[in-house]
């Protein structure tokens, strides 16, 4: 297994037998590793310790975030604003598609795209003169996930260039600083006003679906909403995984539940080191 399938396969347990509070001697063989290196593994993936993790997976911890979130983004809409610090610590600029160009899947377009190692697993990106285009994790299948995005990008030319894509992933990952960055969005209207709104939720917070519609000034929409997170295909950057339900359960994830969780407490710790 690579490291990212044992923290995975770590993260599926704990979220099954949160409630018995597995031992470090239990998530240690369950990863097939020594105690220690498993720490030092767990801990470095996931920038906190095994038992902080295990803490965070329960159901009362997701509740807690997301009322906490859901006072700052309630201020933030009683007061007129879009969001809480649009876009937070991201400097990003956004370009959609003209409705021309949307029909026409990209034609014209040249698309560079790469596979690469990220904190998550492995990614393919796709990039553009105009901006990063399409983002997927996969995890074993990655023909299948390259088949995916020249699908959706059909009318466009494709070129494998893992040297133009290397030093986006290294910007997109870093654990420190600000992140810079442009998308190219191809999507319906409303689509895009989801992701849009998508984008104002600060890392590290999260939001119900009913409170994204309302950032997406369809307050009434909830359902379409839900529909159009499913719709996105620029994984980590177009922020899909910081929607959760009311309950507080964190629900499903296009590239895997456990992913969402890895990524919802990175970016924790890495809030915290901002």
Known sequence: MTDYERIEKVIKYIDAHYQEQPSLATLARVANLSESHFQKLFSRWTGVSPKSFLQFLTAQKAKQLLLASKDVLTASLESGLSGPGRLHDLMISIEAMSPGEFKTKGKGIEILYGTHATPFGSCLIGLTPRGICHMAFFDADKDRAIA?????????????????????????????????????????????????????????????????????????ASRAVGSAVGSNTIAYLIPCHRVIRETGFLGQYRWGESRKKTILHWELTRKEKL
């Open 148 to 220: 995916e995005m020249k699908e959706r990008w059909a009318g466009a030319t494709f070129r494998p260039s893992q040297v133009k894509t290397a030093p986006v992933i290294r910007e997109l990952f870093k654990k420190t600083g600000k992140r810079r960055f442009s998308l190219l969005l191809r999507g319906t209207p409303f689509q895009i006003k989801v992701w849009e709104a998508l984008l104002s939720i600060p890392e590290g917070e999260v939001v119900s679906y009913n409170h994204l519609a309302k950032l997406a000034g369809s307050p009434k």
